[in-house]
Structure formats: C-alpha cells, structure tokens
C-alpha cells in the first residue's frame, strides 16, 4: 500500500519545498520550481532474500575486483590499475582539456586488448568523433559508435550488444523522457546517474560518464551524482599549456593519492616521463625573484619553479596578483613577512607565478614564496642549486610537510645540492641541509647562501 504527495522541486539545484514558491530558497533562481509527485511507501515487513541474509564480515570474500587495464599508464596510475568491471566513473573538467580525448584514446586501447566497447556521443556527430579517432588513429571495429540522447534508447542498445565497457559523453545530454525538467537539469541529470549505476551493477559492465563543471570548477547537476558513482576523476589543466593532470577526487576501489601527468599533442595524449624536469626546462637561472620548491601532488614529489616581481608603485591600493597559488595564502605570507622579517612589501604591487601551468596549493611551498618575494624586493637572486621547503605560520616559524626525504630525493635527482628547510628536517643523503627556525633566519639563510656560491664563482 502506498500513499501519494505532492512535492515541488527546483530544476537548478534540486531543493525541495512542501509547496510552491516563487524563488528558490537555495540557489535564489526564480520560476524554477516544478510540481514532482513523491510515493512514500508503507509496507508491510518483506522475507529476507536467503542470498541477501547478513553474514560476519570477518567471512566476506576479500579478494579484491578484476581490473581492465585502459592502455594509457597515467589513467591507470590514478585508477590503480585500471577499471573495475561493474563500475561507475565519472570524468570531469574544464571545456577543452580534452575529456573526450582521453575518453576515447582508452576506449581504443581497449578495445586493441580484445574489449567490446560502446561510445555514446550526445554532444558529437558520428562523423565528428570518427574525425578525431582516425587523428589519435584508435580508430577499431571494436568500438562501438552510438549518436543518442535518450536514456531508455542508451540502455536497450546495451542490452541488444552487451560490452564490455561503456562510455557517455556527456550525461549533460542524456534525457529521460518519462522524467521531468529539460537535458541537463537537476532532475535529468540525477535519474540518468541513478539508472546507469544500475545497470552498470546488474551488468558487470565497466561505466566512463563525462560530466560538465559550472564556472567555478564543480561538477555541474546534482550531488547526488558524485554520490552514486564509485570514482570521480578530475582532469585539469592550463588551456595555454599542453600539460594535462589527472587526479582521483573519490575512489571506491583504491587511493586517492596518485596524479596522472600527460602531455596534449597533436596525436592526443602522451604520458609525461619526468615532469619535474618539464617544469624546469625553461628556467633561467641567476635571476632574482625565482626558487624552486619540491611539492607533493597526491603521492607524487615535483620540483616547481616559484617566480616572484614586487614593483613599487604610487597607488594606494597596491596589486596583489597570485597565478596559479591560493591568493590567500598570498596575502597571509606578505603579512608575515612585513610582521615577522620586516621585509618592506606593503606599498608595492606583488606578482607570484607557479610556472609551467601547475597549481600548487599545499602549503610545503609557503617558504620558496618568501624567499621568492624578499628575492625580488631585493633583486638578489638565490642561489640556482638551492630549493626551499616548509610552512610558514603566523608567528613567522618555520613547520615541518609531510614525506620531507621523498620531496628532497626528487631535487637531488634533478642535481640540487642545498635545501633551506625546517629544523626538525631528517638528514638526507647528498643534500646540505640549511635548517631554519623562522623566517628571519631564513632570509639570512639564503643570503649567505647566496654569497658563498658568488664567492666560489
């Protein structure tokens, strides 16, 4: 027995409201607002399913899922191996980083490896995406090419040819006509997710979705959509530069440390050998206002270069510009530096670039950004053998990152020799530690350093 209610639905963000209303009280959209029936159940206590009965966990089978490995080494890095059969993934990023590329560079080593594999294109024609598969040359008979929009139509043409793995692009496109709301709504966009983890589960079927982000970076839809998939990867990058990263932002079958690193080419995307050394094959050494960093990205250790330019000026608000680091761990580090170091900053305009088009938002940096800033003010430059790692905090000390020897073991492989870092750093073979307690020491640090390589000179 079931009784029935009304419910009123926003089509923008899905909040739900007893009654209709005019605004939606979340996102402050207007007329967005849908009439949606809700069936609360009242059921009487069902049997247990014997195959469904609970048993001890400590008698569940552990034996991990088989993986299909996608053909491209950086994807299954991130996905620790490859696609679990049965599985939901779901790629997001920025227009133009090249999901659809990826997405089909791994269905046509897929299907090289002897998979049956289905593409359904919602925002591209046929002739569109076999333009690009004859470029990338993943062009197979194996893979499979269906131009649809509708949900009912996705899963019968699964039913009727049964792959191995299927990819949609994008679920943005995908309709249901029974459900209500236009494609990409709310509403669309959460029963579409719902229906294919369904069928991916009932299936066995390995399941890559493309979703859009909104401009500030989020999976645009529902959240219920990143709920209900097993992984949520996100693929970033510059749109100026030709580096592409991977990374895991949920993943149900193994870690979420792991970043894939490729390069866009004219033949698609290549994994990156040494990224580290990517970053710092342009650098200009001897110029003031440049320190290189070693940085975590996931469990990944990079070497960056940090480039600073302070420039006085004569307006009363001076600029405060940060690329590709968090502009306010920017404004923080310059108030500790004027505070703390006495560094005279206040009134000039301040540029701070990460170059190379990576982003670096953990705070392992904090202290190549001082060192990059003061070098600037100064125009005097560090020393070009030297990296500097560690947090600065309020009180202008100088705090310990996490896997230290591991980021230092990258430098020295790149041919560093001296590491500014924080006093508690461990000794690493092959690197003079310069260890500091706060900024100030820092400073003089980098200085002497500095003065003993002219000296040598």
Request: net charge negative; hydrophobic share 45%; charged share 20%.
């Amino acid at each position: 027995m079931a009784r029935t209610r009304v419910r009123y639905r926003c089509i923008a963000c899905g909040y739900e409201t007893s009654q209709w209303v005019g605004r939606c009280g979340d996102c402050g959209e207007w007329g967005t607002f849908g009439e949606e029936p809700a069936t609360t159940a009242v059921l009487a206590a069902p049997g247990v399913d014997a195959a469904n009965r609970p048993v001890p966990i400590n008698e569940v089978d552990p034996g991990g899922a088989p993986r299909r490995s996608t053909g491209m080494p950086e994807v299954d890095r991130v996905l620790g191996g490859g696609l679990v059969a049965g599985s939901v993934t779901l790629l997001g990023g920025e227009p133009g980083m090249g999901k659809s590329t990826l997405l089909l560079q791994a269905l046509g080593a897929m299907a090289a490896a002897g998979a049956r594999c289905l593409l359904v294109s919602g925002e591209e024609s046929p002739a569109q995406v076999r333009s690009r598969a004859d470029r990338l040359g993943t062009s197979h008979p194996s893979v499979l090419l269906a131009h649809e929009t509708s949900l009912p139509a996705v899963c019968a043409h699964v039913a009727d040819l049964a792959p191995d793995v299927l990819a949609v692009d994008s679920i943005q496109t995908i309709v249901d006509p029974d459900a209500p709301g236009a494609a990409g709504s709310v509403a669309q966009v959460r029963d579409a997710a719902q229906r294919l983890v369904q069928l991916a589960k009932s299936t066995g079927i390995a399941t890559l979705v493309v979703g859009h982000v909104t401009k500030d970076g989020a999976l645009a839809g529902p959240r219920v959509l990143e709920h209900v998939v097993d992984t949520v990867l996100s693929f970033e990058g510059d749109r100026h530069h030709a580096l592409r990263m991977l990374r895991a932002l949920k993943h149900r079958f193994g870690s979420t440390d792991d970043l894939g690193l490729m390069e866009m080419r004219a033949d698609g995307l290549q994994p990156v050998a040494d990224a580290s050394a990517l970053f710092l094959a342009d650098r200009r050494t001897g110029s003031s206002g440049s320190v290189v960093a070693p940085v975590l990205e996931g469990a990944r250790p990079l070497c960056v270069e940090v480039q600073a330019l302070v420039v006085e000026t004569p307006a009363p608000m001076p600029r405060r510009v940060a690329q590709a680091i968090d502009g306010n761990r920017l404004a923080m580090l310059l108030a500790v530096l004027q505070r703390r170091a006495h560094v005279p900053i206040g009134t000039s305009d301040v540029y701070v670039s990460v170059a190379g088009g990576v982003r670096v938002v953990e705070p392992g940096a904090d202290l190549a950004v001082v060192l990059a800033l003061t070098s600037a003010r100064r125009d005097s430059p560090v020393a070009a053998d030297t990296v500097a790692l560690g947090e600065v905090g309020l009180g202008g000390e100088i705090r310990q990152v996490p896997n230290t020897p591991r980021r230092l073991a990258e430098a020295r492989r790149l041919g560093f020799r001296r590491a500014i870092v924080p006093p508690s750093t461990p000794d690493v073979e092959g690197m003079d530690l310069l260890r500091v307690d706060d900024v100030r020491t820092a400073l003089v640090a980098a200085r002497q350093d500095d003065d003993a390589d002219a000296a040598n000179g």
